[in-house]
């Protein structure tokens, strides 16, 4: 897939008219919030597929109560992604972008720590509810602000990549996350010398973390990365 990839940015460079013009990437603000929408989307959907395996893997709740137990934290995004809007608007992307990610940083360190079977619902809810606000002050601000520096004849094609390697991330961070998930509930289980369900409810929760470490990792990428966004115009690119 990767050197398909790279052929097809090849082919594009040589075409009148590209399908794809990816020279959109000489434009730095662009290339910075691609990879931060790549790191968000790869870290947002690791916590939507990680929370309900664990919750009903190692807690033992039914797939309707996890459901519950996740519903604030949607709710509080719809809310703050127009917020975030009004913001970016008045003051521009860092003062979102940064926090947001700062927030996202601190959220996952402190879930890779207490993933544990004796967890309260409660805390799941709250860090759950300020995963998703960081993605609310990160997600619209980021892609509106990438986009302002292309120029008017690369709009839809700004568009197109961003949406494509949203898409991609995605699935390339279920794959990664649930993989890291499987081998360190294995690595648990082979360690413990045993296999009853204690044992299997413990392993899920330590792959979990596992999981959860790296995307933090991922996320201090995307944290010092954000530290060097700023607000773009159309004039701008123009010029």
Known sequence: SVIALILFGFRQLNLKEPML????????????????????????????????????????????????????????????????????????????????????????????????????IPVIIVLHCLSLVAVGMINTPTQTNSLNQLTPALYPHGTAITNTLQQIAGAFGTSLFIALMTAGQKSFISKAGANDAAIQAQGLAAGVRQSLTVAFCILIVGLVLSFFIKRNTNEEAEN
């Open 21 to 120: 013009d990816i020279r959109a990437f000489k434009y730095p603000m662009f290339t910075i919030g691609t990879l931060l929408i790549i790191i968000m989307h790869m870290v947002n959907f690791s916590i939507m597929l990680l929370l309900p395996l664990f919750m009903e893997g190692a807690m033992g709740l039914s797939a309707f109560t996890s459901g519950l137990i996740m519903l604030p934290g949607g709710m509080i995004n719809g809310i703050v992604a127009p917020i975030a809007g009004s913001i970016y608007d008045k003051y521009g992307p860092k003062k979102l972008i940064f926090p947001g990610f700062l927030i996202s940083t601190v959220v996952f360190f402190i879930l890779s720590h207490a993933m544990t079977v004796s967890i309260s």
